[in-house]
């Protein structure tokens, strides 16, 4: 019979677990409430819808971003409805993994449960509500810092099922954004061919494979359902990427400067001194320890902290990488109890570090809304979203585009709305404010997914990536019939859509308000061409 203890430890669990799950999708779902910012906000929106409705990535628009925030957010449409409401869930229920995975890990490294619940509470703050919304860049750092910590409990325990679920953790953060997931992914690898040299376990071995080829099976098998090209995956995914990865590789990442990399993220840097400490003091007394799985876990926080330091970086985002915070502070929590007895001061400056800064960066970026450039926006002007359509409800619009006049936008907008609703033509709609083709219940065949990736791939019209892009581009409009293009303005990056992809005399250009402009498509040899070029 159990315990009247482990029934009270029972009970108490599952009283964190609940709190755990309102505390971090209702605080996500506040800020995901609160304002937008465009080619952000509404990049998911709207490809969410077009895989509800049959539209895929890849094939029938071009892409960098993984398909797996898109999929799974047709998922989230399918049962509960095309909303605003069900879109933040999507990154409610994430930011609940992530904050459930930390309590979970501390709590199984023997971390006191009081303690486990404070910091995975923290890592809610944190991790999602920068953005509120589904975010590559969000979705792909929670899934990376999942598998670090499913890697760590494959470590710690002797069950197989973290090898099973590491690579299909793994593929799904990749399958999001190739970035950071790469360098966890590195990182996991020389890891973990350190520990089977020392601990060879051809079982643990097995299931990990096993689980590779279940996640890669099931995304092949989605390639094949949806006729997505496993030739056009890998030039819009791979290879595109791989050339702008170069670019902020060159001149993001370096030059390596003390103050962009330890001033800016000290208190990151500061999180982990303890098991750098611990680490380096254990090595100097034996090198055993070099072996040990305390060491490899040890490893793993620090690599995935600078990987994740390096990610930002390279993206041209606000900050968002600071919910690694109290994933540090817990563990280096858990070390110093094992090493340092005696010493619990510094458990007390570990809970004020852990405490202090999430205060501090949720005031600054998140309360703020700095990620989605609305740090001086006034919120009060905010106004109902449902004047859009009631898909809409619940969000409060004040736009980084026009954070100062919101009922201005919305005015222009409606207009913009308005008149393409009337225009029974073939149609193709290109715009940031991707929520329209929703709320007119209309696929909106942009043959990009948003238009900023494509303003790089149009710098360099020699190069081959050009060519790809322009050879979907005009596949698209041909397959598709299209008669006239809507630009709404502005589109990040640059509004001359048209002008840099085709020649002059395929399209006439009428500007219809302020922020819309159409292409009238005209015959031309080039539209004919398409499939001619290389």
């Not at 605003?84 to 199984?108: D, G, P």
């Not at 995956?233 to 370096?254: A, C, H, N, V, W």
């Not at 900023?452 to 360099?460: E, L, R, S, Y």
Request: proline share 3%.
């Amino acid at each position: 019979m159990e315990t009247i203890k482990s029934i009270f430890d029972k009970q108490k669990k599952i009283l964190y677990f609940i709190i755990i799950f309102l505390f971090s999708t209702s605080f996500n779902q506040y800020y995901g409430n609160l304002g937008v910012c465009p080619i952000d906000s509404f990049w998911f929106f709207n490809s969410g819808y077009d895989v509800l409705n049959g539209y895929y990535p890849f094939k029938d628009y071009w892409t960098i971003a993984g398909p797996f925030i898109s999929f799974t957010q047709a998922f989230f449409f399918k049962i509960l409805g095309v909303s605003w409401f069900s879109y933040v869930l999507h990154a409610s229920i994430f930011n609940f993994l992530i904050s459930i995975s930390t309590f979970y890990t501390l709590y199984k490294l023997k971390l006191n449960i009081h303690y486990s619940f404070l910091y995975a509470l923290l890592v809610a703050v944190l991790a999602y509500p920068s953005a509120g919304t589904p975010y590559v860049d969000h979705h792909s750092s929670i899934l990376s810092m999942m598998a670090i910590l499913c890697f760590i409990l494959a470590l710690n325990t002797n069950l197989k099922i973290y090898w099973f679920l590491l690579p299909i953790i793994l593929l799904l953060s990749f399958l999001t954004k190739q970035t950071p997931t790469g360098y966890i992914f590195l990182i996991i690898i020389l890891l973990s061919f350190i520990y089977f040299i020392f601990n060879f376990n051809i079982n643990k071995i097995v299931c990990g494979l096993f689980g590779s080829i279940v996640i890669i099976s099931i995304f092949l098998i989605i390639l094949f359902i949806g006729k997505i090209s496993l030739v056009s995956f890998f030039e819009q995914y791979i290879l595109f990427p791989l050339s702008i990865g170069k670019i902020r590789y060159e001149y993001f990442l370096f030059p390596l400067e003390f103050s962009r990399i330890f001033l800016r993220f000290k208190l990151i840097h500061l999180s982990s001194l303890i098991l750098i400490i611990i680490s380096i003091k254990c090595i100097k007394n034996d090198f055993k320890y070099l072996k040990d799985n305390e060491f490899l876990i040890s490893l793993s926080l620090i690599g995935s902290s600078y990987a994740l330091i390096a990610h930002q970086l390279m993206t041209i985002n606000g900050m968002f990488i600071f919910f690694i915070i109290p994933i540090l502070t817990g563990f280096s929590h858990i070390y110093y109890l094992k090493h340092y007895k005696n010493k619990k001061y510094i458990l007390h400056l570990l809970v004020f570090l852990a405490i202090s800064s999430t205060l501090y960066y949720g005031n600054k970026y998140i309360d703020k809304r700095d990620f989605m450039d609305l740090r001086n926006a006034n919120m009060e002007k905010a106004v109902d979203a449902s004047i859009f359509d009631s898909k809409l409800r619940g969000l409060k619009w004040i736009s980084c585009l026009n954070p100062n006049e919101p009922k201005k936008e919305i005015s222009q907008l409606l207009e913009v709305i308005n008149i393409i609703k009337k225009d029974q033509r073939n149609k193709s709609i290109i715009t940031d404010y991707q929520h329209i083709s929703v709320i007119l219940s209309s696929y909106d065949f942009s043959p990009s997914h948003v238009w900023f990736i494509n303003h790089v791939a149009k710098q360099d019209k020699k190069s081959k990536y050009f060519k790809m892009y322009k050879r979907l581009f005009i596949n698209q409009l041909n397959q598709n019939k299209i008669e006239v293009a809507y630009v709404i303005k502005p589109l990040w990056g640059n509004d001359d859509v048209f002008e840099k992809s085709l020649s002059p005399n395929c399209f006439k250009k009428i500007k219809v308000t302020e922020i819309l402009d159409s292409y009238i498509l005209q015959e031309c040899e080039e539209l004919k061409i398409a499939s001619s070029i290389n």
